[in-house]
Protein backbone atom coordinates (compact mmCIF):
# COMPACT_ATOMS: atom_id res chain seq x y z
CA UNK A 1 0.00 0.00 0.00
CA UNK A 2 1.41 3.40 -1.08
CA UNK A 3 2.53 5.82 2.09
CA UNK A 4 0.06 8.75 1.95
CA UNK A 5 2.54 12.10 1.69
CA UNK A 6 2.63 14.52 4.69
CA UNK A 7 1.29 17.35 2.27
CA UNK A 8 -1.78 15.10 2.12
CA UNK A 9 -2.23 14.51 5.43
CA UNK A 10 -1.87 18.16 6.72
CA UNK A 11 -4.89 19.14 4.08
CA UNK A 12 -7.00 16.76 5.12
CA UNK A 13 -6.36 18.09 8.56
CA UNK A 14 -6.69 21.50 7.24
CA UNK A 15 -10.12 20.46 5.30
CA UNK A 16 -11.70 19.31 8.89
CA UNK A 17 -10.59 22.37 10.68
CA UNK A 18 -11.93 24.66 7.99
CA UNK A 19 -15.40 22.54 8.20
CA UNK A 20 -15.60 23.07 12.06
CA UNK A 21 -14.84 26.76 11.60
CA UNK A 22 -17.49 27.40 9.38
CA UNK A 23 -20.04 25.24 11.10
CA UNK A 24 -18.81 26.73 14.83
CA UNK A 25 -19.30 30.55 13.51
CA UNK A 26 -22.33 29.97 12.23
CA UNK A 27 -23.92 27.59 15.02
CA UNK A 28 -21.56 27.84 18.12
CA UNK A 29 -19.74 25.06 19.73
CA UNK A 30 -22.72 23.30 21.33
CA UNK A 31 -25.17 23.46 17.98
CA UNK A 32 -22.15 21.58 16.50
CA UNK A 33 -22.01 17.86 16.60
CA UNK A 34 -18.70 15.82 14.95
CA UNK A 35 -21.59 14.67 12.12
CA UNK A 36 -22.10 18.36 10.96
CA UNK A 37 -18.12 18.32 10.94
CA UNK A 38 -18.08 15.10 8.74
CA UNK A 39 -21.03 16.69 6.36
CA UNK A 40 -19.38 19.53 6.36
CA UNK A 41 -15.77 18.36 5.52
CA UNK A 42 -17.35 15.76 2.96
CA UNK A 43 -14.90 13.42 5.10
CA UNK A 44 -16.37 10.23 6.59
CA UNK A 45 -16.29 9.38 10.66
CA UNK A 46 -13.12 7.21 10.60
CA UNK A 47 -11.17 10.13 8.44
CA UNK A 48 -12.13 12.87 11.36
CA UNK A 49 -11.20 10.45 14.10
CA UNK A 50 -7.98 9.88 12.19
CA UNK A 51 -7.05 13.17 13.12
CA UNK A 52 -8.67 14.44 16.31
CA UNK A 53 -10.30 12.30 19.18
CA UNK A 54 -13.01 15.02 20.26
CA UNK A 55 -14.53 17.72 19.12
CA UNK A 56 -13.26 19.33 21.99
CA UNK A 57 -9.52 18.77 19.65
CA UNK A 58 -11.20 20.23 17.47
CA UNK A 59 -11.75 23.40 19.20
CA UNK A 60 -8.91 23.78 20.20
CA UNK A 61 -7.14 23.51 16.69
CA UNK A 62 -9.50 26.03 15.02
CA UNK A 63 -8.29 28.45 18.01
CA UNK A 64 -4.75 27.96 17.29
CA UNK A 65 -5.24 29.02 13.43
CA UNK A 66 -7.43 32.08 14.73
CA UNK A 67 -4.71 34.15 15.41
CA UNK A 68 -5.04 37.94 13.28
CA UNK A 69 -2.72 39.96 11.20
CA UNK A 70 -1.27 42.87 13.68
CA UNK A 71 -0.82 46.31 13.06
CA UNK A 72 3.55 46.24 11.51
CA UNK A 73 3.03 49.44 13.83
CA UNK A 74 1.19 51.43 15.91
CA UNK A 75 0.63 54.43 13.55
CA UNK A 76 -2.97 56.02 12.95
CA UNK A 77 -2.96 54.14 9.28
CA UNK A 78 -1.73 50.80 10.54
CA UNK A 79 -4.10 50.90 13.34
CA UNK A 80 -7.01 51.66 11.01
CA UNK A 81 -5.81 48.95 8.42
CA UNK A 82 -5.85 46.42 10.83
CA UNK A 83 -9.42 47.03 12.23
CA UNK A 84 -10.06 47.57 8.66
CA UNK A 85 -8.53 43.61 8.49
CA UNK A 86 -10.74 42.88 11.11
CA UNK A 87 -13.87 43.93 10.17
CA UNK A 88 -13.52 42.03 6.52
CA UNK A 89 -12.68 39.02 8.15
CA UNK A 90 -15.91 39.50 10.45
CA UNK A 91 -17.90 40.63 7.67
CA UNK A 92 -16.87 38.02 4.96
CA UNK A 93 -15.67 34.74 7.26
CA UNK A 94 -18.02 35.35 10.56
CA UNK A 95 -14.44 35.25 12.40
CA UNK A 96 -15.83 37.83 15.26
CA UNK A 97 -18.73 35.45 15.81
CA UNK A 98 -15.81 32.60 15.82
CA UNK A 99 -14.00 34.14 18.34
CA UNK A 100 -16.46 35.16 20.70
CA UNK A 101 -17.42 31.13 20.27
CA UNK A 102 -13.97 30.30 21.34
CA UNK A 103 -13.57 32.88 24.36
CA UNK A 104 -16.93 31.53 25.86
CA UNK A 105 -15.70 28.02 25.53
CA UNK A 106 -12.44 28.72 26.99
CA UNK A 107 -14.67 30.21 30.71
CA UNK A 108 -15.23 26.09 30.47
CA UNK A 109 -12.71 23.86 28.92
CA UNK A 110 -9.16 24.72 30.76
CA UNK A 111 -7.21 22.88 28.13
CA UNK A 112 -8.90 25.66 25.53
CA UNK A 113 -8.57 28.57 27.77
CA UNK A 114 -4.45 27.50 27.85
CA UNK A 115 -4.39 28.22 24.46
CA UNK A 116 -6.68 31.84 24.78
CA UNK A 117 -4.77 32.79 27.11
CA UNK A 118 -1.12 32.15 25.50
CA UNK A 119 -2.49 33.69 22.80
CA UNK A 120 -3.66 37.07 24.38
CA UNK A 121 -0.16 36.82 26.25
CA UNK A 122 1.90 36.73 22.81
CA UNK A 123 -0.34 40.17 21.38
CA UNK A 124 -0.22 41.64 24.42
CA UNK A 125 4.07 41.18 24.28
CA UNK A 126 3.67 41.70 20.53
CA UNK A 127 2.31 45.46 21.01
CA UNK A 128 4.19 46.39 24.10
CA UNK A 129 7.20 45.88 22.03
CA UNK A 130 5.72 48.65 19.34
CA UNK A 131 4.80 50.97 22.01
CA UNK A 132 6.88 54.46 20.95
CA UNK A 133 9.69 54.50 23.05
CA UNK A 134 8.66 58.30 24.74
CA UNK A 135 5.69 55.77 26.23
CA UNK A 136 8.00 52.61 26.89
CA UNK A 137 7.51 53.03 31.04
CA UNK A 138 3.62 52.48 30.19
CA UNK A 139 4.06 50.17 27.69
CA UNK A 140 2.54 47.10 29.04
CA UNK A 141 -1.18 49.17 30.57
CA UNK A 142 -1.35 50.65 26.65
CA UNK A 143 -0.63 46.40 25.46
CA UNK A 144 -3.38 45.72 27.81
CA UNK A 145 -5.79 48.79 26.28
CA UNK A 146 -4.94 47.72 22.90
CA UNK A 147 -5.77 43.91 23.20
CA UNK A 148 -9.00 44.35 25.59
CA UNK A 149 -10.47 47.33 23.06
CA UNK A 150 -9.57 45.81 20.13
CA UNK A 151 -12.18 42.54 21.50
CA UNK A 152 -14.69 44.56 22.31
CA UNK A 153 -14.44 45.42 18.82
CA UNK A 154 -14.89 42.63 17.41
CA UNK A 155 -17.30 41.80 19.91
CA UNK A 156 -19.83 44.37 18.43
CA UNK A 157 -18.71 43.03 14.72
CA UNK A 158 -20.26 39.67 16.23
CA UNK A 159 -23.25 41.17 18.05
CA UNK A 160 -23.96 43.81 15.73
CA UNK A 161 -22.64 43.21 12.20
CA UNK A 162 -20.76 45.79 10.28
CA UNK A 163 -19.95 48.31 12.76
CA UNK A 164 -17.41 51.59 11.71
CA UNK A 165 -13.99 50.45 12.89
CA UNK A 166 -13.19 54.84 12.62
CA UNK A 167 -14.29 55.38 16.73
CA UNK A 168 -11.98 52.67 17.43
CA UNK A 169 -8.97 53.52 16.13
CA UNK A 170 -9.19 56.69 17.23
CA UNK A 171 -9.71 55.91 20.59
CA UNK A 172 -6.65 52.89 20.17
CA UNK A 173 -4.53 55.94 18.86
CA UNK A 174 -5.73 57.73 21.94
CA UNK A 175 -4.35 55.32 24.23
CA UNK A 176 -0.95 54.84 22.41
CA UNK A 177 -0.02 58.73 22.42
CA UNK A 178 -1.29 59.36 25.66
Known sequence: MPKVSQEHLDARRQQIVDAARARFA??????????DIVDGSGLSNGAIYRYFKSKDEIVIAVCEQGTEALPTALTAESVAAFLEHVRARARDTDHARLVVQIYA????????????????????????????????????EIAEA?????????????????????PYAA????????
Open 146 to 166: FVALCSSYSQQLAMRGDVDSA
Open 171 to 178: ALMAIIEG
Open 26 to 35: SHGFARTSMA
Open 105 to 140: EATVSPALAVVVQGQLAALRATIAEMVPPRRSQQAD
